[in-house]
């Protein structure tokens, strides 16, 4: 079976930092999910149970953002340095080649 590397046309551009920042936005994402579906259950157990997934994917994004922090790959204290590092992510993305497929 092929590795899911091997699909990726531009493998160069696959790093810890575009899977960190995939990651936290999905963990992120997953937060309010979690926070949304607790507040439309009336079950008790259900309640419980979410509030457990809740928890556990606000513990996930600590540890990914962390990760992040400490790579230096977010700058979640510094505004003007997470901008700046903002801006050049997008003129490189901006420069990445288009697939016509």
Do not use: G
């Not at 079976?1 to 960190?20: F, H």
């Not at 540890?63 to 997008?90: G, P, R, S």
């Amino acid at each position: 079976m092929a590795n899911i590397l091997d699909k990726i046309s531009n493998k160069e551009l696959i790093n810890d930092e575009v899977i960190a920042t995939d990651l936290l936005v999905s963990a992120k994402a997953a937060v309010r999910n979690y926070a949304v579906a607790i507040t439309e259950t009336a079950s008790p157990e259900i309640h419980k149970v979410l509030k457990k997934q809740l928890n556990d994917a606000i513990d996930l994004h600590h540890k990914i953002a962390t990760y992040m922090i400490d790579k230096e790959l977010y700058h979640a204290y510094d505004i003007n340095e997470q901008v700046e590092h903002d801006l050049k992510k997008a003129d490189l993305a901006m420069d990445m080649p288009t697939s016509s497929k």
